[in-house]
Nanobody, 124 residues
Framework: HVQLVESGGGLVQAGGSLRLSCAASGRTFSLYAMSWFRQAPGKEREFVASISWSTTTTYYADSVKGRFTISRDNAKNTVYLQMNSLKPEDTAVYYC?????????????????WGQGTQVTVSS
């Protein structure tokens, strides 16, 4: 079983930056694909970014391309989401997710483990 704990959320002004972290338990973390999703009030959960176990493959939602960067440190069992040039529409609860295979996808139902989420609020 894998436990995921997100941190790093908060309140930031538009144009600012935040870095989210997701710490994972479990000895096989390095074999999992990892992703970030987000859910705004009244909206469905949506894909943000994903990364393969080897870090060679990353995917981004069109809405965050060029502004967000996903990375991971397998030695620390941690995945990161660097968010720059934040916009009010980025306001949401951000969730970390793990998939028990190395290849990442953008589909919510492909992921086996989820964190509790961290709130990101971007003020205009």
């Amino acid at each position: 079983h894998v436990q995921l704990v997100e941190s790093g959320g908060g309140l930031v002004q538009a144009g600012g930056s935040l870095r989210l972290s997701c710490a994972a338990s479990g000895r096989t973390f390095s074999l999992y694909a990892m992703s970030w999703f987000r859910q705004a009030p009244g909206k469905e959960r949506e894909f943000v970014a994903s990364i393969s176990w080897s870090t060679t493959t990353t995917y981004y939602a069109d809405s965050v391309k060029g502004r967000f960067t996903i990375s991971r440190d397998n030695a620390k069992n941690t995945v990161y989401l660097q968010m720059n040039s934040l916009k009010p529409e980025d306001t949401a609860v951000y969730y970390c997710a793990a998939r028990r295979v190395p290849a990442p996808t953008a589909r919510i139902y492909d992921y086996d483990y989820w964190g509790q989420g961290t709130q990101v609020t971007v003020s205009s």
